[in-house]
DNA sequence: CAGTGGTCTAGACCACGAA
DNA sequence: TCGTGGTCTAGACCACTGC
């Protein structure tokens, strides 16, 4: 492959070959409408399919089964893994809503949208100073105009700049990468039962001290900077998360 | 290294390189107790003293970095990331608890251990006819004498041949793995938001309907066979699910 | 025992961060 | 600009599955 393709404009995007073939192996997946169990095409094709080295390939499926898009067993082949089960949250891809109900009509109203000092639990979980100055936003999910789930998320300033209404309707993910172009690394994230108060209660026509769904998230940048935390409280009737794990060994 | 010494008598047990090293790796964090943030010596010194190339350090980073150890950063350093959290459900390291609970007395108590026939729920969660053998366990599971989780598993029997009450008090997949020596390859698991019937309030010294997380689980062999379905409530005032999710892209 | 996936290496070259 | 991590390759050899 002629490297400067490989590279868009004066951006000097580099696109990695492994992420190449990682998509066009979802892709792949996608348009064959394969299922849980179905067979990969065996390595030695996709090597001369997509014209690159063994260990190439090997990387891209190390990533989707790391992923949780396929397994793969020795001496036999490569299979299709179950598919997000759609409806669900899914934690492992942790960038809200979009990807989780891509099907569903989805909007926000934010209720809050301010600069502020962090109190010594902000302070703590974004590792900043009294005197930094933190976004502050509080917004309500709709799926298919119904309540889903109601936010607040604390971001760094100095990382995340500049906010606005607009900005925080949509995707403040998107945002940050696309428009400030950094680059998310981590999450650390945390489920537990939760109670709602009296105005969260009538945002989802329940009662107060009514169960929830909580989701709390520490999000940092590549080189490990902590820039957002948030609390999601889930409606509970509606909610299920969905995960899935290699970690066996 | 000296291939025979990789190798364990007859059974022909094959130590890869990059797990012994990335064991090496988690130790030297351990015994040095870096926490996150701090950072791990050089690639090029890694190679040289684990003596391997600098494909297989690599490939051993990754691995800890997909587990949520490590982050690595480049140009910069790789750096150690925050550890679980003690006294958090790991989800991604879901084999059940002597693993998340490593400073607790815990034990359980083994309500039913039966060969049964499936429901139509577990027909589909387990991908078994109606008429094959499957082991039904419940059991109660306690933290420093106070009970924590409720679990239900099914086993099939196809693959889990044999179990007996002893096996059940202490860990079934520890049994499966060494003594039936399957290996487990992954998992799905769903959290959602259930209540307690009589039985289990009175277990949880609590009241009938009150909330409970429950964590619906599908095992899985190494090939995709699928051999568990377990559905666990645990207490709402005791349990918090930890996860750690590399999957920005 | 053929087919298929996995490990490991040396080495060339690239990209990012910090100073 | 240099230190550090990342990508990619060709190729030798190994290990598991299923016929």
């Known amino acids: ?16 070959k492994y992420e190449e073939v990682a998509k066009k192996i979802q892709e792949y997946i996608r348009i064959n409408d394969l299922k849980q169990g179905d067979k990969l095409p065996i390595l030695d094709d996709m090597t001369r399919q997509f014209d690159v080295s063994k260990s190439t390939i090997i990387k891209a499926l190390d990533i989707l089964e790391s992923r949780g898009k396929i397994f793969q ?13 759609d409806g669900h949250v899914n934690l492992l891809e942790a960038q809200g809503f979009k990807n989780d109900m891509p099907h569903y009509d989805l909007h926000s109203t934010v209720l809050a949208l301010e600069v502020v000092k962090p109190d ?25 105009g119904e309540s889903f789930c109601i936010e607040q998320s604390w971001y760094k300033k100095s990382v995340v700049t500049y ?18 172009n950094l680059s998310i690394g981590f999450a650390d994230l945390v489920v537990e039962l939760d109670v709602l108060n009296k105005e969260e209660a009538d945002i989802f026509g329940t009662h107060e001290h009514d169960a929830c769904l909580m989701l709390k998230s520490i999000y940092h940048l590549h080189n490990g900077e902590v820039f957002d935390y948030s609390e999601i409280k889930y409606r509970k009737d509606k909610t299920k998360f969905f995960m899935q794990s290699n970690n066996f060994y």
Chains 1, 2 share one sequence.
């Open 1 to 16: 492959m002629i490297k400067s393709i490989r590279k868009r404009y004066q951006e000097v995007i580099v696109i990695l």
């Open 73 to 85: 067993v020795r001496g036999s082949g490569i299979f299709v893994r179950r598919h997000r089960r």
């Open 120 to 144: 010594k639990k902000i302070q703590e979980q974004l590792q900043v100073k009294p005197e930094d100055d933190i976004y502050y936003i509080k917004r309500i999910r709709y799926v298919d």
């Open 163 to 180: 906010l606005n209404e607009q900005i925080v309707e949509e995707s403040i993910f998107n945002y940050i990468s696309k428009a400030l």
